[in-house]
């Protein structure tokens, strides 16, 4: 790992926390700002609440970039295990995507074990759920579906949308890619790639006895169009 | 869509009895960017707080600290010039400017490694990331007070020092609460430790090791190891914490500790120097490795530490003389004794308010370093100077400055005073078998080792006849004469934790067969209270210390007393 002590690296430290501080502050006043107007009242809604998405990509992508920075994956990461209720993740996820939904006139159903007790990185999963839901925004039609539920031993957590779906070649990509195997070039160059692999690396460093988490990408669901599938031990 | 999105988050949590006032609360919000602090003000406005209070900058946090008792503090961790965001909440804290009910919320932009570090000493109630929303905040808050609440009288039972008061709560807590079960079996393991009841802690650690491989309970089993004196298990149980998780900084701690007990010094040093590299800057730390390498005679490596313990000290409460009598030391090693003596007036003038040792332990050095450096006539000068100031108070400093005061004492030529130190150090730890070496090897090296084998002998000798007398009294009913006694032989021996025990114990005893009192309860209280700061994780503390609360009378219709057990008596 490069020297955290490096000018480099003080840089790029000191520097993504200023993005972030800006981008902080520019998703907290859109949210203020979508908040306080309807579509009725003000006539840039739309574009208000295409910022906001906006907003949200580069936060996440930039999230994704320091956790890989940071060599997520490996031993180096501070991976932070804790015990926590499943319905305390699902609030956070909530409050992450609340105002981009309404924005988008997107309706999130729930269908959590909310006192069921798991033990994973709350700010990583976090992340990684809050960065699902804001992709199947992009390619749902009016509904999300956040389901957290214990299933044969392992923590399950399923976002599903009600649009056309992954299309195949994705589908192929990136379950090839998710399964450990290499990335197609198309697939680097994506801009799903990085969230996927950024999910990817998450998910696996979470291990328990012999088992690691992983992710899987679907179409079908109660939903009909795209699946996320996050499994942890 | 309003409605439908609130709906769905208030079906997860159907508990309006356990909705707090967050509105009513105080706030102070720490950020050196203004956008962030307007931001953090609008999140917290929206949840109806009006008392806000804002800072832009370590130093002006600590004054309106100082000011007011706020209800939740909202501080980021990068502050820019000046203290931090950790140095701000380790000083609110030992300046006692938070209350227990205080919510300390750390903010950063990143996860930072400190909050996986485990070991702090002053941990937040929550790390949080940024971007910050209202929901998120909301929901952390939330969280961090009904941990509070399940807590809070185990709080307040260690606060008292009831150990063992505070290991029953938390096994309460734990039928009832589920999401807390791991962190109340850590806080029950830990106050297991604290009342010397490994076998317990022992099992506590594994009950979670059984749901988790958590490292922190992996590393309380090889702590426990360590007590027990299988160093070699214990390392490489320590081994296997670090490369399960390299952050998890206490295990170096503990992994230089087996190295050192097994006599490999340079290996404890290169653990320690792995732990400074990930946590630079704790004081602490660059305090510990300092002295190491002092130990050790690696003169180079001791003066970067210190140099770097003064350095990161300058904002943090946690600054220490240590840095700068071990860098006098090093200046002394280095024939440079011009600096060593502007380090030792400078610890005395920022030091000397709250360190009453400080002139003694500058003059202790100041000789070293005049030793060391082979100039024997003002070495000599130190020494007698120093002997002067020990005769001018009855009070002395802890039993590690005592030996090194008596070694250079003896090496440029006094003669009585060191004798008296070794002996008052006898005298107060008359059975610890280790340090009675340790202090016949001082004399051997005096050229006494015949004459010191007798001084030994004869202040084991006193203490325990002191001790007896005590317990003689008790046994034959003479109970306020026992108590007096011991009063004296306190005074006579302060640090020693035998006749400390026993004199809290026949104090106890008084007043289960007399009744209780408020000034005995008080006295036994004190006396215990210094005795855990001598010597933590003493089970006779726990013991004793429950049944001194035990007797403090209560609304409810008190509990029958247990019977207590005959103070110790020693053989000669």
Same mark, same amino acid.
């Given at each position: 790992?490069?020297?955290?002590h490096?000018?480099?690296?003080?840089?790029?430290?000191?520097?993504?926390?200023?993005?972030?501080?800006?981008?902080?502050?520019?998703?907290?006043?859109?949210?203020?700002?979508?908040?306080?107007?309807?579509?009725?009242?003000?006539?840039?809604?739309?574009?208000?609440?295409?910022?906001?998405?906006?907003?949200?990509?580069?936060?996440?992508?930039?999230?994704?970039?320091?956790a890989l920075?940071?060599?997520?994956?490996?031993?180096?990461?501070?991976?932070?295990?804790?015990?926590?209720?499943?319905?305390?993740?699902?609030?956070?996820?909530?409050?992450?995507?609340?105002?981009?939904?309404?924005?988008?006139?997107?309706?999130?159903?729930l269908?959590?074990?909310?006192?069921?007790?798991?033990?994973?990185?709350?700010?990583?999963?976090?992340?990684?759920?809050?960065?699902?839901?804001?992709?199947a925004?992009?390619?749902?039609?009016?509904?999300?579906?956040?389901?957290?539920?214990?299933?044969?031993?392992?923590?399950?957590?399923?976002?599903?949308?009600?649009?056309?779906?992954?299309?195949?070649a994705?589908?192929?990509?990136?379950?090839?890619?998710?399964?450990?195997?290499?990335?197609?070039?198309?697939?680097?160059?994506?801009?799903?790639?990085?969230?996927?692999?950024?999910?990817?690396?998450?998910?696996?460093?979470?291990?328990?006895r012999?088992?690691?988490g992983?992710?899987?990408?679907?179409?079908?669901?109660?939903?009909?169009?795209g699946?996320?599938?996050?499994?942890?031990? | 869509?309003?409605?439908?999105?609130?709906?769905v988050?208030?079906?997860?949590?159907?508990?309006?009895?356990?909705?707090?006032?967050?509105?009513?609360?105080?706030?102070?919000?720490?950020?050196?960017?203004?956008?962030?602090?307007?931001?953090?003000?609008?999140?917290?406005?929206? =949840?109806?707080?009006?008392?806000?209070?804002?800072?832009? /900058? +370590?130093?002006? %946090?600590? *004054?309106?600290?100082?000011?007011? #008792?706020?209800?939740?503090?909202?501080?980021?961790?990068?502050?820019?010039?000046?203290?931090?965001?950790?140095q701000?909440?380790?000083?609110?804290?030992?300046r006692?400017?938070?209350?227990?009910?205080?919510?300390?919320?750390?903010?950063?932009?990143?996860?930072?490694?400190?909050?996986v570090?485990?070991?702090a000493?002053?941990?937040?109630?929550?790390?949080?990331v940024?971007?910050?929303?209202?929901?998120?905040?909301?929901t952390r808050?939330n969280?961090?007070?009904r941990?509070?609440?399940?807590?809070?009288?185990?709080?307040?039972?260690?606060?008292?020092?009831?150990?063992?008061?505070?290991?029953?709560?938390?096994d309460?807590?734990?039928?009832?609460?589920?999401?807390?079960?791991?962190?109340? =079996?850590?806080?029950?393991?830990?106050?297991?430790?604290? /009342? +010397?009841?490994? %076998?317990? *802690?022992?099992?506590?650690?594994? #009950?979670?090791?059984a749901?988790?491989?958590?490292q922190?309970?992996?590393?309380?089993?090889?702590?426990?190891?360590?007590?027990?004196?299988?160093?070699?298990?214990?390392?490489q149980?320590?081994?296997?914490?670090?490369?399960?998780?390299?952050y998890?900084?206490?295990?170096?701690?503990?992994?230089?500790?087996?190295?050192?007990?097994?006599?490999?010094?340079?290996?404890?040093?290169?653990?320690?120097?792995?732990?400074?590299?990930?946590s630079?800057?704790?004081?602490?730390?660059?305090?510990?490795?300092?002295?190491?390498?002092?130990?050790?005679?690696?003169?180079?490596?001791?003066?970067?530490?210190?140099?770097?313990?003064?350095q990161?000290?300058?904002?943090?409460?946690?600054?220490?003389?240590?840095?700068?009598?071990?860098?006098?030391?090093v200046?002394?090693?280095?024939?440079?004794?011009?600096?060593?003596?502007?380090?030792?007036?400078?610890?005395?003038?920022?030091?000397?308010?709250?360190?009453?040792?400080?002139?003694?332990?500058?003059?202790?050095?100041?000789?070293?370093?005049?030793?060391?450096?082979?100039?024997y006539?003002?070495?000599?000068?130190?020494?007698?100077?120093?002997?002067?100031?020990?005769?001018?108070?009855?009070?002395?400093?802890?039993?590690?400055?005592?030996?090194?005061?008596?070694?250079?004492?003896?090496?440029?030529?006094?003669?009585?005073a060191?004798?008296?130190?070794?002996?008052?150090?006898?005298?107060?730890?008359?059975?610890?078998?280790?340090?009675?070496d340790?202090?016949?090897?001082?004399?051997d090296?005096?050229?006494?080792?015949?004459?010191?084998?007798?001084?030994?002998?004869g202040?084991?000798?006193?203490?325990?006849?002191?001790?007896?007398?005590?317990?003689?009294?008790?046994?034959?009913?003479?109970?306020?004469?026992?108590?007096?006694?011991?009063?004296?032989?306190?005074?006579?021996?302060?640090?020693?934790?035998?006749?400390?025990?026993?004199?809290?114990?026949?104090?106890?005893?008084?007043m289960?067969?007399r009744?209780?009192?408020?000034?005995?309860?008080?006295?036994a209280h004190?006396?215990?209270?210094h005795?855990?700061?001598?010597?933590?994780?003493?089970?006779r503390?726990?013991?004793?210390?429950?049944?001194l609360?035990?007797?403090?009378p209560?609304?409810?219709?008190?509990?029958?007393?247990?019977?207590?057990?005959?103070?110790?008596?020693?053989?000669?």
């Open positions: 790992m490069e020297d955290p490096s000018p480099l690296s003080l840089f790029l430290a000191s520097t993504a926390h200023d993005m972030k501080n800006s981008i902080s502050v520019l998703s907290g006043t859109l949210e203020r700002l979508l908040v306080d107007a309807s579509p009725e009242t003000e006539k840039a809604y739309p574009q208000m609440a295409q910022m906001l998405y906006q907003t949200r990509r580069l936060n996440d992508n930039l999230m994704q970039l320091l920075y940071k060599q997520v994956g490996t031993a180096d990461y501070p991976l932070d295990v804790q015990p926590l209720e499943v319905g305390q993740l699902a609030e956070q996820v909530v409050a992450l995507g609340r105002v981009l939904l309404e924005s988008r006139g997107i309706r999130l159903e269908d959590v074990d909310p006192e069921l007790v798991w033990h994973f990185d709350e700010d990583l999963i976090v992340g990684v759920v809050s960065h699902a839901i804001n992709n925004v992009h390619y749902t039609r009016e509904r999300i579906l956040l389901v957290a539920r214990e299933r044969e031993g392992w923590l399950e957590i399923r976002v599903e949308d009600d649009g056309a779906g992954y299309p195949a994705l589908l192929e990509a990136g379950n090839a890619a998710l399964d450990g195997q290499a990335f197609g070039v198309n697939f680097l160059t994506n801009s799903a790639g990085l969230g996927l692999h950024f999910a990817r690396e998450v998910a696996r460093m979470h291990r328990h012999d088992r690691r992983a992710v899987r990408l679907e179409n079908g669901g109660r939903l009909g169009g699946c996320f599938i996050l499994h942890l031990p | 869509m309003n409605a439908i999105a609130s709906a988050v208030g079906a997860i949590h159907p508990q309006p009895a356990e909705q707090v006032d967050w509105a009513g609360k105080t706030y102070l919000v720490v950020d050196d960017f203004i956008g962030v602090r307007q931001l953090l003000r609008e999140a917290l406005r929206s =949840l109806g707080a009006r008392n806000i209070d804002q800072a832009s /900058s +370590g130093g002006e %946090a600590m *004054a309106l600290l100082g000011r007011t #008792r706020y209800d939740v503090v909202l501080c980021d961790f990068n502050l820019g010039e000046g203290k931090n965001g950790q701000v909440l380790e000083e609110a804290r030992m006692n400017l938070l209350l227990p009910s205080s919510v300390f919320l750390m903010v950063s932009a990143e996860k930072s490694v400190e909050s570090m485990g070991a000493e002053h941990q937040p109630d929550a790390y949080l940024k971007p910050i929303t209202e929901g998120v905040l909301l808050l969280r961090v007070w941990k509070k609440q399940v807590f809070s009288l185990i709080d307040q039972a260690y606060a008292e020092k009831d150990y063992l008061r505070a290991a029953r709560l938390c309460e807590q734990i039928a009832a609460n589920k999401a807390h079960e791991i962190d109340l =079996l850590r806080m029950k393991a830990r106050l297991m430790e604290r /009342s +010397g009841e490994p %076998a317990r *802690a022992r099992e506590t650690y594994e #009950r979670v090791l749901q988790r491989e958590y922190w309970a992996r590393a309380g089993l090889a702590k426990i190891r360590m007590a027990d004196g299988d160093y070699e298990q214990a390392r149980m320590f081994q296997t914490v670090i490369a399960e998780n390299r998890y900084i206490d295990a170096y701690d503990q992994l230089a500790l087996a190295w050192q007990k097994m006599g490999k010094h340079e290996e404890a040093l290169s653990i320690l120097e792995r732990a400074a590299k990930l630079p800057n704790s004081v602490p730390r660059q305090r510990s490795l300092g002295q190491a390498c002092l130990r050790l005679g690696n003169v180079g490596m001791a003066e970067k530490a210190f140099r770097k313990c003064i990161i000290g300058e904002y943090s409460i946690r600054k220490t003389p240590d840095a700068y009598l071990g860098l006098a030391r200046c002394g090693l280095k024939n440079d004794p011009k600096e060593a003596l502007q380090l030792l007036i400078a610890a005395q003038r920022e030091f000397g308010a709250e360190h009453p040792d400080i002139e003694l332990r500058a003059k202790i050095t100041e000789g070293l370093v005049y030793h060391e450096s082979g100039d006539r003002r070495a000599r000068k130190a020494g007698d100077e120093l002997e002067a100031l020990l005769a001018a108070t009855p009070e002395r400093p802890d039993v590690r400055t005592c030996l090194e005061m008596a070694t250079l004492l003896f090496a440029v030529g006094v003669k009585e060191p004798v008296d130190l070794l002996c008052y150090v006898i005298r107060n730890n008359h059975d610890n078998t280790l340090l009675q340790e202090v016949q090897a001082i004399f090296k005096a050229r006494m080792g015949e004459e010191g084998e007798k001084l030994i002998r202040a084991r000798k006193e203490a325990i006849d002191l001790m007896n007398q005590g317990v003689l009294l008790w046994k034959t009913g003479k109970l306020p004469e026992a108590v007096e006694w011991m009063r004296n032989a306190r005074a006579a021996l302060p640090h020693n934790v035998r006749i400390l025990f026993n004199s809290a114990q026949i104090l106890i005893s008084h289960q067969q009744g209780y009192s408020v000034l005995l309860h008080d006295e004190g006396v215990l209270a005795v855990d700061r001598l010597q933590p994780g003493q089970q503390f726990a013991q004793l210390m429950e049944q609360l035990a007797l403090v209560k609304e409810e219709p008190p509990a029958v007393a247990e019977p207590v057990p005959a103070p110790e008596t020693s053989a000669a």
